[in-house]
């Protein structure tokens, strides 16, 4: 997705008219990543940050900082895994409210009120993230959600699949190094 022209973008708002009449109405984007505040050889713990950041402003104010805001921190000694949802809960109700009802909002500029909606449109995280968040297994057969059943290598040694070496599948059907594996494997 690019950042305003994209497909998805232009995708939602031909999908959800009454959303896109209103130029006011705020598109979100959620980014959750953990992370081992003492590394790997220090205590066991881990911090999971969740941060909102609103995509309605020039591409380049979208991910600074000072439009990145942390909406929740779960801390514990392990990863949130299946209990994730439980830490959300509160702010995706909010978020439900705030894209079914709207909430009244005072427009400086026309000086006038209106109900303002929101809607989350794209997550940023990692694998292990994305695996809690969406409920997908991030290993085995069907561990990437874009390569499905086109998983090309199965690793004889390790027993289990890789996507490391199959970047050659994304190139245009008609590139040159579309169907040369070669050059893609072993280095």
Known sequence: ???P????WKHFDET?????VEPRNVRLGLCVDGF??????????????????????????????????L????L???NPKEKIDVYLQSLINELTLLWNEG????????????????????????FPAYGMLFGWSTSGRLACSYCMNNSKFWLDNGRNFSWFDCHHQFLPKDHAYRRN???????
């Not at 000086?111 to 990692?126: D, E, G, H, P, V």
Request: charged residues 15%; aromatic residues 14%.
């Open 103 to 126: 909430v009244l909002t005072y427009d400086i500029s026309k000086k006038q009120n209106f109900i303002m909606k929101i809607a989350l449109i794209l997550t940023i995280n990692n």
């Open 181 to 187: 594996k070669n050059s893609f494997l072993n280095n």
């Open 76 to 78: 514990g000694p392990k």
């Open 36 to 69: 081992t505040p003492y590394g790997q050889l220090g205590k066991p713990y881990s911090c999971w940050p969740v941060i909102v950041t609103p995509y309605n402003l020039p591409p380049e104010l979208c991910m600074t900082t000072q439009y990145m805001f």
């Open 71 to 74: 909406t929740l921190i779960i």
């Open 16 to 20: 959800f008219l009454d959303f896109a």
């Open 1 to 3: 997705m690019c950042h």
């Open 5 to 8: 022209d994209g497909k998805a």
